[in-house]
């Protein structure tokens, strides 16, 4: 082991700069408390800073951030959703990834591939044409192409699929991309801190405080916080924390499992997904294979990963992809998906004065990571839901009036 790793490993000072300030102590009070370290509680104090000058913040994560959905998913950003409620938020958080690096001087690896959901019937071609459409009308670069198409932008696809789901033609969104995503959230964390705000990792909400229907404070594992404002934005864990303030949701927990291949030579630019296969597949800038399949169909609590889940993706990655026999798979895992019943999000104002959810994020939140931080940011310091969130709202499920969006986020995330 080389002398100086070695000096480091046993010194108990870190010389080297790191991505935020370590605080020994929580303080007693917060303006504004976030429960959970990932994108999503981050980007919220990143902008409650940047935008609003909102800086006594806490960000609270049980465990490091960025461990939960946000180091786990497979990175897909679009905007080619079906609603126009989804089409308008995702476009807005698309446009916000484009001057991420260099808003955090940190090379997050974005990389613009374009995007294909290829049909193999012809409902799903008139699903694909009906998302076009919706999102051509707000402004978003999507389009109806044949197989020829995706064959010119994926040469080593085969288009029957091994002859029993013949490709037919597909979505074609031009803007669809990929990150790197860990280093969003250590973007979003280090901004933040710059901006005033503490990261307190290790540290664990137990309990809400809420007195006459208000948020007066959180109990944690360091000890009691009295705040008035809490976001919540813990994704996989959110019933367990709705539980602590008696809030009732339709949110229900699946796995959801991802694997990534040995790294290969470059072969495949865009990425593709295949809602009649149950598979999406794009390669990283290492040149591994990021594979991803839909969620798992048993609600439960866990981040185990299943040898049926790769045989299952394995088998229909190579009813398109043949050559890919001998290519290894080297890692698996799994996270806990926040699903609704709509594959719409939850977020903004509550029944409790003071408490702001943001979650439903279940196998699709990573692309909204900035927009998140944006609209809840907004909402929090005005104490009014933004704009662009209010088909997004918890009692959308009480008025029967919900925002439909399994067409276009059930396989493709
Ligand atoms: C396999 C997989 C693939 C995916 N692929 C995509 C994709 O391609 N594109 C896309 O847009 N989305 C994708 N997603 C979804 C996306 O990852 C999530 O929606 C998003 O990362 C949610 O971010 P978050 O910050 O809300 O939650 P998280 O990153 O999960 O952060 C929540 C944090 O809260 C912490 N926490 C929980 N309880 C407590 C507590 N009591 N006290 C303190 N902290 C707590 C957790 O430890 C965790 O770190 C995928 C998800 C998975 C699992």
Same mark, same amino acid.
């Given at each position: 082991m080389p002398w100086k790793l070695l000096r480091f490993g046993v010194s108990k000072k870190h010389p080297e700069p790191r991505m935020f300030t370590y605080h020994e102590k929580l303080k007693t009070h917060y303006d504004v408390v976030i429960i959970g370290g990932g994108g999503h509680g981050l980007a919220s104090a990143y902008y409650l800073g940047k935008d609003h000058g909102i800086t006594d913040v806490a960000v609270l994560e049980k465990g490091y951030i960025g461990g939960g959905n946000t180091g786990r998913n497979t990175t897909i950003i679009r905007s080619n959703y079906l609603t126009p409620e989804g089409v308008k938020f995702y476009d807005e958080s698309v446009n916000l990834w484009q001057d991420l690096s260099q808003d955090f001087d940190l090379n997050l690896f974005y990389a613009n591939r374009g995007h294909f959901t290829l049909a193999h019937t012809d409902s799903a071609m008139r699903t694909m044409r009906w998302r076009a459409e919706v999102n051509k009308h707000y402004g978003v670069n999507s389009e109806v192409v044949d197989a020829d198409f995706v064959k010119r932008h994926a040469p080593m696809i085969d288009l029957s699929c091994s002859g029993h789901a013949p490709i037919l033609g597909a979505l074609y969104h031009a803007p669809g991309s990929v990150a790197r995503h860990d280093t969003?959230?250590?973007?979003?964390?280090?901004?933040?801190?710059?901006?005033?705000?503490e990261i307190h990792q290790q540290t664990e909400v137990l309990g809400i405080d809420v007195?006459?229907? /208000?948020?007066?404070?959180?109990?944690?594992?360091?000890?009691?916080?009295?705040?008035?404002?809490?976001?919540?934005?813990?994704?996989?864990?959110?019933?367990?924390?709705?539980?602590?303030?008696?809030?009732?949701?339709?949110?229900?927990?699946?796995?959801?499992?991802?694997?990534?291949?040995?790294?290969?030579?470059?072969?495949?630019?865009?990425?593709?997904?295949?809602?009649?296969?149950?598979?999406?597949?794009?390669?990283?800038?290492?040149?591994?294979l990021v594979m991803g399949a839909s969620l798992d169909p048993y609600e439960?609590?866990?981040?185990?990963?299943?040898?049926?889940?790769?045989?299952?993706?394995?088998?229909?990655?190579?009813?398109?992809?043949?050559?890919?026999?001998?290519?290894?798979?080297?890692?698996?895992?799994?996270?806990?998906?926040?699903?609704?019943?709509?594959?719409?999000?939850?977020?903004? /104002?509550?029944?409790?004065?003071?408490?702001?959810?943001?979650?439903?994020?279940?196998?699709?939140?990573?692309?909204?990571t900035p927009v998140c931080g944006k609209t809840m940011s907004h909402t929090v310091a005005n104490d009014s839901n933004h704009p662009l969130i209010t088909g997004f709202t918890l009692d959308r499920f009480r008025n029967f009036s919900l925002t439909g969006e399994k067409g276009a986020a059930s396989v493709g995330h």
């Open positions: 969003v959230a250590w973007g979003y964390g280090r901004g933040a801190d710059m901006r005033g705000a007195q006459s229907g /208000k948020v007066k404070g959180v109990l944690t594992s360091r000890g009691y916080i009295s705040t008035n404002k809490v976001i919540c934005a813990v994704a996989g864990y959110t019933p367990r924390i709705l539980d602590m303030v008696d809030i009732k949701s339709p949110i229900y927990i699946h796995p959801l499992q991802a694997m990534v291949s040995e790294p290969i030579k470059a072969w495949l630019d865009p990425i593709l997904v295949s809602g009649s296969l149950h598979v999406y597949i794009s390669q990283s800038s290492r040149g591994e439960v609590q866990s981040t185990r990963s299943t040898l049926d889940f790769v045989e299952g993706l394995s088998s229909h990655l190579l009813d398109m992809f043949p050559f890919l026999s001998n290519v290894k798979v080297m890692r698996q895992w799994a996270g806990m998906a926040d699903m609704t019943p709509d594959f719409a999000p939850i977020m903004g /104002k509550t029944p409790i004065e003071g408490f702001y959810l943001d979650a439903g994020w279940g196998t699709w939140g990573f692309k909204a």
